[in-house]
């Protein structure tokens, strides 16, 4: 049983600020009881007969797939929108394409490249819209993430996590998520390249809040220094192509490599929401090496999402009535 409520019915998820720090807990505990079922074959089609549409702008391979995976787990349907037969914004505005969806879907996951498009889907459907990555936020992700942190460190409060490199999507959302789980949190990102400001002055309040804390800076190995957990992402997020040769420039000294993670704690994991651009964020050695938990990190986005969904779409009703 979770300690807190997961009743997010209609909600939508746009980025964690949606969520109080209880019901972050509260959905990794969900989660948790969500990947024992699913190993035990224990029947969980708490979404039977609803369904989920996928809208993607840009590339994925685990987002869809989770979604998609997650969605038939629960008994649910998800249909991937293809958006070279949808075509936000071209074929279609955003509002017709909401007010389409939603006499036909119970919620709505997209991937965008501007969190703007986001925002616009949520205000005109009716049903939830969940962001599946936008150029602000990546809160499905950090889900997991901290879900995977608090798995291989058995807990996440006072717990100390590194993030070296781009202050991007994925790098607000685990700040945040960091500070709603009370742990302290170093970003070490190029000057220019740090964390959208006001993510992080509301991380900031929830991490003081929350015994918590967040420090940002442009040095690798002070981020580093005694950390548990060492984090990084992609140079070039989809979307900065065109920065691509500039950006390989600037973040070579952020490199994730042998010798900065030996400035971690000895135990000390490394993380990658994936896909990884080795060689470049990190190396071979890192990535494939006996402290790298990123396939796990991987497998939770299914489960977090799992609980993510059920909360949405039916709240803490759909446990209960099967007393699990
Ligand atoms: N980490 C992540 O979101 O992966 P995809 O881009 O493959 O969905
Ligand atoms: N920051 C990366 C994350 C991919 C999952 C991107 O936006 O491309």
Not at 21 to 31: C, K, N, T, W, Y
Not at 225 to 231: K, L, R
Not at 291 to 310: C, G, P, T
Request: glycine share 8%.
């Amino acid at each position: 049983m979770p300690t807190a409520t997961t009743d997010l019915r209609g909600q939508d998820f746009l980025t964690l600020a949606d969520l109080a720090p209880e019901q972050v807990l509260g959905l990794l505990d969900r989660a948790a009881q969500l990947k024992i079922m699913q190993a035990d074959r224990q029947p969980h089609q708490f979404l039977s007969g609803l369904s989920l549409a996928m809208l993607f702008e840009k590339a994925s391979l685990r987002t869809r797939t989770t979604f998609m995976v997650g969605m038939s787990q629960l008994g649910g349907f998800a249909v991937d929108l293809m958006n070279e037969h949808t075509q936000i914004g071209v074929r279609e505005s955003i509002p017709d394409i909401a007010r389409n969806l939603e006499r036909w879907v119970d919620a709505l996951m997209a991937r965008v490249y501007s969190h703007r498009t986001l925002e616009e889907l949520a205000a005109w459907a009716e049903i939830p819209v969940i962001n599946g990555l936008s150029d602000l936020a990546h809160p499905c992700q950090a889900l997991a993430d901290v879900l995977t942190i608090r798995e291989h460190l058995g807990g996440l409060a006072g717990r100390r996590l590194a993030y070296v490199g781009d202050g991007f999507n994925v790098c607000n959302s685990l700040l945040f998520a960091g500070a709603q789980t009370g742990m302290h949190v170093r970003v070490a990102s190029p000057v220019g390249y740090e964390p959208d400001e006001d993510m992080l002055e509301r991380a900031q309040e929830i991490a003081e809040d929350g015994g918590g804390s967040i420090g940002i800076g442009n040095d690798p190995k002070a981020a580093v220094d005694g950390a548990e957990v060492v984090y990084t992402d992609a140079w070039v997020s989809m979307g900065l192509e065109d920065e691509a040769a500039e950006r390989r420039e600037v973040f070579a000294p952020f490199r994730v490599d042998r010798d900065l993670l030996a400035l971690a704690r000895p135990t000390a994991a490394f993380m990658h929401c994936l896909p990884a651009h080795r060689g470049e964020e990190v190396t071979d050695d890192v990535l494939d090496g006996p402290r790298s938990i990123v396939f796990d990190q991987a497998e939770n986005r299914l489960h977090a999402q799992k609980a993510l969904l059920v909360a949405i779409l039916r709240g803490d009703d759909a446990f209960e009535a099967t007393g699990a």
